[in-house]
């Protein structure tokens, strides 16, 4: 049980398109899910809380106007980079919170800009 | 000071071997820790999550919290080559927010 899925796992587009990346818990409701940002060899930042039905709330220093969040439903999220650039090159994780204090994340989505 | 320090290795080790890996932090109100295990390339595993401060064994993991000296530790006993991998310790901030330590890369050589 638990289980969280990304989709796509890997995506190359070019700079000044967007890209909707797509968590979904697939055996459990999640009334929150969080979306990080992975670096290579660096550990997790948290972008934003996505609680659904309502809007995110951005971390400290995160676009919202770039990383827009929509939590249309208790099992999905998605995550839309809006003109990505390369340095929006990333592995991005999502996570949802399922009881208590316990987060299952997803597989990730590795992000290529060119 | 950040939140949650964790010395990011890389660690190796022999197959059979006991792995210590440690965190600090610096807010003595935190009361959740956890720890998360990455593949490469892969999302993290949640491995254990404690409360407080004590023991929790699973298995060949255990999980100590030391609340006194702030400082988070996990075990590995009889340690595998399926255990290199990436372990983050985490903190729990408020009702929801994770912060994550920098995680430590353990290599488990055959």
């Known amino acids: 049980g638990a289980v969280v899925s990304q989709h796509p796992s890997w995506v190359i587009c070019k700079s000044g398109t967007s890209v909707k990346i797509e968590c979904r818990s697939l055996?459990?409701?999640?009334?929150?899910m969080f979306w990080y940002r992975q670096f290579p060899k660096q550990s997790l930042m948290l972008m934003a809380t996505?609680?659904?039905?309502?809007?995110?709330?951005?971390e400290q220093g995160v676009e919202k106007d770039k990383f827009l969040i929509n939590h249309a439903s208790l099992t999905l999220s998605t995550l839309t980079v809006t003109s990505a650039h390369p340095e929006d090159s990333s592995f991005y994780i999502c996570?949802?919170?399922?009881?208590?204090?316990?987060?299952?994340f997803g597989p990730g989505t590795r992000l290529t800009v060119t | 000071q950040k939140e949650v320090e964790q010395d990011p290795g890389p660690l190796s080790v022999p197959e059979g071997a006991i792995v210590s890996l440690n965190c600090t932090y610096s807010?003595?109100?935190?009361?959740?820790f956890m720890w998360y295990r990455q593949y490469s390339r892969k999302g993290p595993e949640l491995l254990m999550y404690?409360?407080?401060?004590g023991n929790k064994e699973d298995g060949r993991f255990t999980a100590q919290v030391d609340k006194s000296s702030k400082y988070i530790s996990l075990f590995i006993r009889d340690s595998q080559p399926s255990d290199s991998a990436t372990y983050l310790c985490?903190?729990?901030?408020?009702?929801?927010?994770?912060?994550f330590g920098q995680g430590t890369r353990l290599t488990i050589n055959p």
């Open positions: 985490a903190i729990l901030q408020g009702a929801q927010k994770l912060v």
């Open positions: 404690t409360y407080s401060s």
């Open positions: 996505s609680n659904e039905g309502s809007k995110a709330t951005y």
């Open positions: 807010n003595s109100a935190f009361q959740y």
């Open positions: 996570s949802a919170k399922r009881v208590s204090y316990e987060q299952y």
């Open positions: 055996d459990f409701q999640a009334t929150t």
